[in-house]
């Protein structure tokens, strides 16, 4: 797998790619990045073309002073795409990435070739998630204690992410997904809940409007177990798929399971 930076609108994005075919690009979610995708896209690059990147603020890439929003991200994904030398992706997405990709479906359509869409709802967190992301992000940026902040990251991990079996059934993929969220940069994290935060509904019309074949995969332990199964029924070329024993991220809570469905989609629709 080769590394390396885009410039796009101003931002360095930092990117992982392998294989060769159709372009598939791979989007984390929120405080995830780019390594939490790697086993989806060692899975598709046998036959396509993979790239996962970090959003603005996460891992290696860059960000704004003074905060971004997911029209920022809307308007980088087509970029992202033309810089690669494509005229259209397949994006599959995680939760901000999964929310991404469906506003750039609906605002590019031309862009989109295919569209996977994994435990991301049409608007933002609701009120009561709100403030815990707030308080997560405040203490990656400001506890200077980093057992503390190590302990405040293993809570929310556990809580937000994950089905009750992830830690002890994948301990090493937990203490990885641990790890990259502290290596984020403190002076980026407290404007990591400011993407969420700025979703506007999407509306039944929007959603009816993506032409692209879809994908919605959702996990038995999603805290909104009925959502994914409404969004595919307003999704006019839209399958759905749950995927057992696994919470909000998905990919990692079970990736052998999630990279197969993307597999069979994306091979439906090369």
């Not at 405080?31 to 995708?37: I, N, R, S, V």
Request: charged letters at 20%; glycine letters at 10%.
């Amino acid at each position: 797998m080769k590394t390396y930076t885009l410039p796009i609108n101003g931002i360095e994005y930092a990117c992982a790619e392998a294989g060769e075919g159709p372009l598939v690009l791979f989007m984390h979610g929120t405080f995830g990045g780019k390594q939490l995708l790697y086993p989806q896209v060692e899975c598709l690059s046998r036959f396509c073309r993979c790239v996962a990147f970090d959003w603005p603020g996460h891992g290696d890439s860059g960000y704004k002073a003074g905060g971004w929003t997911v029209n920022d991200l809307i308007s980088a994904v087509p970029a992202i795409i033309e810089a690669l030398g494509e005229k259209s992706a397949f994006l599959c997405g995680v939760s901000q990435g999964g929310a991404v990709s469906m506003r750039v479906a609906i605002a590019y359509p031309d862009k989109v070739r295919g569209l996977v869409n994994m435990c991301a709802g049409p608007g933002g967190p609701p009120s009561q998630a709100a403030t815990p992301l707030d308080n997560f992000a405040a203490v990656l940026a400001e506890e200077p204690d980093e057992t503390k902040r190590r302990k405040a990251t293993e809570e929310f991990v556990t809580r937000i992410f994950h089905d009750p079996g992830f830690a002890a059934r994948a301990p090493h993929r937990a203490e990885m997904e641990i790890k990259l969220i502290l290596g984020h940069p403190r002076e980026s994290a407290k404007f990591l809940p400011g993407v969420p935060k700025s979703y506007v509904l999407l509306t039944s019309e929007q959603l009816a409007s993506i032409s692209c074949p879809t994908l919605i995969i959702w996990a038995e332990y999603e805290n909104r177990p009925g959502l994914g199964a409404e969004l595919a029924s307003l999704i006019p070329d839209c399958a759905l798929v749950i995927i057992k024993d696994a919470g909000h991220h998905v990919n990692l809570d079970q990736p052998e399971a999630t990279s197969r469905a993307i597999e069979e989609f994306v091979r439906r629709h090369i």
